[in-house]
């Protein structure tokens, strides 16, 4: 597996110190402390780290704050589309045999993790199951 999130914002922290970056150093900073406040000081997982990111993303927005998105960018999967998630519900869920067709939706929010959002999910099993 590659570098998790939580490696590679520390690794941020020390080649943005080398270019003499000191925005990129002093964010990466914030963000390495959140994550760390999260983790109590271990590393998180990056289905942990991705939902921190998306909050400071959402802050960086209300703030109109570019460099912070796109710093963030960086290290957010990309998501997948409405269609790539049907196409993987269709591919991979057994409505027949599930209790109800909407546990189709936990199903696929555990098996694709931070890059399927489950109120995207919701949707797409929604329309697959109504047709």
């Given at each position: 597996m590659?570098?998790?999130?939580?490696?590679?914002?520390?690794?941020?922290?020390?080649?943005?110190m080398k270019r003499g970056d000191a925005a990129s150093r002093d964010f990466a900073?914030?963000?390495?402390?959140?994550?760390?406040?999260?983790?109590?000081?271990?590393p998180l997982p990056d289905a942990d780290a991705v939902k921190i990111l998306k909050a400071l993303r959402v802050t960086?927005?209300?703030?109109?704050?570019?460099?912070?998105?796109?710093?963030?960018?960086?290290?957010l999967p990309q998501e997948m589309s409405e269609a790539e998630i049907e196409a993987w519900v269709k591919a991979n869920?057994?409505?027949?045999?599930?209790k109800s067709p909407m546990a189709a939706i936990g199903l696929a929010t555990k098996a694709l993790g931070p890059v399927a959002p489950g109120d995207r999910v919701k949707k797409v099993v929604e329309r697959i199951v109504n047709g």
């Open positions: 590659g570098t998790t999130i939580y490696e590679g914002i520390k690794k941020e922290i020390v080649e943005a900073r914030v963000v390495k402390a959140e994550l760390d406040r999260k983790g109590d000081g271990r960086a927005e209300e703030n109109q704050n570019t460099f912070e998105i796109a710093f963030l960018d960086k290290y869920v057994d409505f027949s045999s599930l």
